[in-house]
């Protein structure tokens, strides 16, 4: 069984489960005048404590948005007295802030108890393999170090009804997935902006300067730290061509392509941990819960 079919089965059997419980837990959001990003930043709290939450911890997993963007999401929070501000850039749940979050948690946790069309023996046994595979994510010797997977894994619920526990299981999955992503690339002292852009390139999503600044808007940086990041991209020999123009050397593509293939490589060592038998096993139940859902 390829452990990448496999993956793009848990992903697809998750899109379908979140598509049916998605407008249950934004008509709660809405109620608190929150949006998506809010709700996520509100579960990113929620992982941190009993630490604040700060720019520098939101970055560790995705260094590329800039920290002024992420101070302005918490500044928002707090006016809407969800959070506080504890110290210069240091932020915490209120009362009301970490009620408003376990409430619309246990919304969405019931809706997908609601959904699931596995008969309970089928449900709790895909469950059960999921767990084995997230507790060996968690116990294998890095790299990577499974920062944000242990994060994940603080929001995990009881195993029974089994579906929320499925879900957070594919959460803490897609976390090791992005712990193993960093491993792979941070080695190399390339700037985490440098390498979206690379990324971007390497892709076809983005063919100059100015594409790259659109596509990148969200991330709340200049057009002149994207210049920077050109500059340093030339520098190592990973791209060539002005601005305008800019397109991915033979070095570049090889670099990046190695970073694909390492990042597969660590996400996929702890799936080893199943027999032949129980990756059929996985398999099936994942399309019986795909096929439920659709």
């Known amino acids: 069984m390829d452990f990448e079919q496999l993956w793009q089965r848990m992903k697809e059997a998750w899109g379908h489960l979140m598509a049916r419980v998605d407008p ?15 709700w996520g930043l509100l579960l990113a709290v929620l ?33 809407k007295g969800m959070l506080q501000e504890v110290a210069p850039g240091r932020y915490r749940f209120t009362d009301e802030g970490r009620g408003i979050t376990l409430d619309i948690t246990k919304a969405g946790r019931e809706a997908m108890a609601q959904v699931d069309p596995l008969p309970q023996a089928q449900s709790g046994r895909l469950a059960g393999l999921l767990e084995k595979l997230v507790q060996k994510c968690l116990e294998t010797p890095p790299p990577p170090q499974p920062w944000s997977t242990r994060l994940s894994y603080r929001l995990m619920p009881d195993s029974q009804p089994p579906m929320p526990y499925i879900e957070q299981a594919f959460s803490c999955l897609a976390a ?8 792979a ?13 690379l990324t971007l390139l390497w892709r076809g999503e983005a063919s100059s300067l100015d594409e790259i600044c659109s596509k990148l808007s969200h991330r709340g940086h200049s057009g002149q730290v994207y ?44 799936w080893k941990c199943f027999s032949d038998e129980e990756l059929g096993e996985l398999s099936t139940l994942l399309d019986r819960l795909t096929d439920g859902l659709h």
């Open 185 to 197: 690339w941070q080695h190399s002292n390339l700037s985490a902006i440098a390498l979206e852009v």
């Open 47 to 79: 992982t941190l404590e009993p630490e604040d939450t700060t720019p520098g911890h939101l970055m560790v997993r995705n260094p590329y948005t800039s920290a002024e963007v992420y101070l302005e999401r918490l500044g928002r929070l707090a006016q």
């Open 176 to 183: 090791y997935r992005d712990d193993a992503h960093l491993a």
């Open 24 to 38: 249950y837990i934004e008509e709660r959001c809405a109620q608190k005048g929150l949006d998506r990003r809010g």
């Open 227 to 270: 210049e920077t990041a050109l500059a340093e991209l030339r520098q190592r020999g990973f791209i060539t061509g002005p601005d305008e123009a800019p397109w991915v050397t033979g070095t570049g593509r090889v670099f990046r392509n190695q970073i694909e293939s390492e990042t597969d490589r660590l996400f996929y060592l702890p």
